[in-house]
Nanobody, 115 residues
Framework: QARLEESGGGLVQAGGSLRLSCAASGSISNAKLMGWYRQAPGKQREMVAS???????QYADSVKGRFTISRDNAKNTVYLQMSSLKPEDTAVYYC?????????WGQGTQVTVSS
């Protein structure tokens, strides 16, 4: 199973920006679906952004216009650019990559937005 490693999380003030990276141990060129999810304390994991078949993107209403998902096949990496961050964006962020044969999850990276 492909191993995913997220990075780029941290502490940022409200209104700031972060870029999360999800590096895969293998090629992601055959990935059908890639997504970023988050889970805040006491809440269920929710989809934040997804990319289907290289181009069809979908975002949670709460992040539309602020977050952007992208991929770099040459680097086997998926990104989540987050701008205008709000305290309610505080959560552990996970990436997920689905290929024709498997679904892989990373261990997560903490994002904390202070007010």
């Amino acid at each position: 199973q492909a191993r995913l490693e997220e990075s780029g999380g941290g502490l940022v003030q409200a209104g700031g920006s972060l870029r999360l990276s999800c590096a895969a141990s293998g090629s992601i060129s055959n990935a059908k679906l890639m997504g970023w999810y988050r889970q805040a304390p006491g809440k269920q994991r929710e989809m934040v952004a997804s990319m289907l078949n290289w181009r069809a993107t979908q975002y949670a209403d709460s992040v539309k216009g602020r977050f952007t998902i992208s991929r770099d096949n040459a680097k086997n990496t998926v990104y989540l650019q987050m701008s205008s961050l709000k305290p309610e964006d505080t959560a552990v962020y996970y990436c997920n990559i689905v290929t024709p044969v498997e679904s892989s999850w990373g261990q997560g990276t903490q994002v904390t937005v202070s007010s």
